[in-house]
């Protein structure tokens, strides 16, 4: 896991992202994608907004997955192994960067299929408390002809596509680029969370 979060900080300081494929164990990945499938199934997963707060609103023009925050008085084992790696990635951010990361949110996220998200910035136009974008990919036996990648947009004009496989972790600067969700023709599940800092 060392050797892991290594390559992330310096593709971090060397280009502003990452892409770490086979970062987490297959076991894992397998536990938070039951846990996903049995909120779907008990109906806690609910249409995901855009803005914050009191502007808050959905707009599935924009985008159309269906989310479930984690609970902190509710998470199961994969949830709480889970946790436990992005705070060691965390405290190695804040380490080698100095960024003052002190907390990390995170939430499932389940694209039925068609579904997608326009390209967008992950950061608040009055608020620049999410550092760092993190994305967690479930999907068993992914193929390339189901779609559904993500298109992070670089700053030299450029972009490059990412298949949503099982097990790859994306970070990127948040408040530095551009992304946006393809829609896939069969379900897309994945987790989204960000290092944020205090406001």
């Known amino acids: 896991m060392k050797d892991k979060i290594k390559h992330i900080l310096y593709d971090l300081e060397n280009q502003g992202w990452s892409v770490a494929e086979n970062f987490f164990s297959e076991s894992l990945i397998a536990g938070l994608r039951d846990r996903l ?24 023009s924009i985008r159309s997955d269906k989310i479930s925050w984690f609970d902190e008085a509710n998470l199961n084992n994969a949830q709480q192994e ?8 965390q405290d190695a951010i804040n380490r080698h960067f100095y960024l003052g990361i002190s907390e990390f949110e995170v939430h499932f996220a389940l694209y039925p299929p068609a579904t997608f998200y326009k390209r967008h910035l992950d950061q608040h136009k009055d608020q620049d408390t999410r550092v760092i974008t993190s994305i967690t990919y479930l999907n068993e036996n992914w193929q390339k002809k189901n779609g559904g990648e993500l298109q992070l947009y670089l700053n030299n004009g450029d972009f490059i596509s990412v298949e949503p496989v099982a097990g790859t972790l994306v970070s990127f600067m948040s408040a530095e680029f551009e992304h946006e969700v393809l829609a896939a023709k069969i379900e897309r599940a994945s987790l989204t969370g960000w290092f944020r800092k205090r406001n």
Request: aromatic share 10%; no cysteine.
């Open 82 to 89: 889970y946790l436990g790696i992005m705070q060691l990635l």
């Open 37 to 60: 499938y049995d909120f779907k199934a008990k109906g806690i997963l609910k249409n995901a907004g855009i803005g914050r707060e009191n502007s808050l609103h959905i707009q599935h």
